[in-house]
């Protein structure tokens, strides 16, 4: 009998990953990053935590894939992926700082669902410039926060991402934390909970955006801290908006 529930609960899940995989949302989303990815990347890149859903490339263009630790430890790391085929880690490396990397060492980075992650976005947007070639290419999708389960929380403010750049973002750690205890998981005792995934270093998403705010970002980025870039695109679809972002010369 508890050979017959696992395959069926193994089936369900098999029948669900291929029903989200086909569903009109998940095509649209997989059309628009093919047509943003084959009118701007070129040469040889990075991509950055890529697990099950690698970007499909253009002709003319390669990728070696970074994650924070190889592909057998991903799998321990994320279970629920265990009957996903999970790329091969080419560069170990922190995503936010790529320290490993060379400085203008690649064409272009790839970095999907993932700047929301990280505690300083300007500093790793810095960080991924800087490994790019002049003229290089970052391509980010981010997920917008009113399609997603982070619908309840409040857009991150502008001020709060300058503060996390000019001071460092330990000041507001405990508070990312606590806002997803209680707006995500709705934990009972919010700040018991934060206190926890603090402890663990569990991976949340420290900062929410709209395409707006995403955009606020990118100018005072650009005007503020002195980031080099161009925005060459912002294109939101469905759950998620797409910008490509272009290094130029200071």
Excluded at 47 to 67: M, Q
Excluded at 78 to 88: C, H, M, Q, T, W
């Amino acid at each position: 009998m508890k050979e017959r529930l696992t395959a069926f609960v193994v089936r369900h899940r098999v029948l669900r990953q291929v029903a989200e995989r086909v569903s009109p949302s998940h095509r649209e989303i997989r059309r628009t990053r093919r047509w943003l990815a084959k009118s701007f990347l070129r040469g040889q890149g990075l991509e950055i935590g890529a697990l099950h859903l690698p970007l499909p490339l253009p002709r003319g263009a390669s990728a070696r894939y970074v994650d924070r630790m190889s592909r057998e430890d991903l799998r321990r790391e994320y279970p629920e992926l265990a009957s996903y085929d999970l790329v091969e880690v080419d560069v170990v490396d922190d995503g936010e700082t790529l320290a490993t990397v060379p400085d203008a060492s690649v064409d272009f980075v790839i970095a999907n669902h993932f700047i929301e992650h990280t505690q300083d976005p300007i500093a790793t947007l810095r960080n991924l410039l800087r490994v790019v070639r002049p003229g290089g290419v970052l391509f980010l999708a981010v997920p917008d926060k009113r399609y997603t389960f982070d619908r309840e929380r409040p857009v991150t403010p502008l001020e709060h991402i300058a503060k996390d750049f000019e001071e460092g973002p330990e000041w507001s750690r405990r508070m990312h934390f606590e806002e997803w205890a209680t707006h995500v998981e709705h934990a009972p005792d919010p700040a018991a909970h934060a206190a926890q995934l603090d402890a663990d270093d569990y991976s949340i998403h420290f900062h929410t955006f709209t395409p707006d705010a995403f955009g606020e970002l990118l100018v005072h980025a650009k005007r503020v801290a002195g980031l080099a870039i161009e925005v060459e695109a912002l294109v939101p679809v469905r759950h998620e908006f797409v910008a490509v972002l272009r290094q130029v010369a200071r």
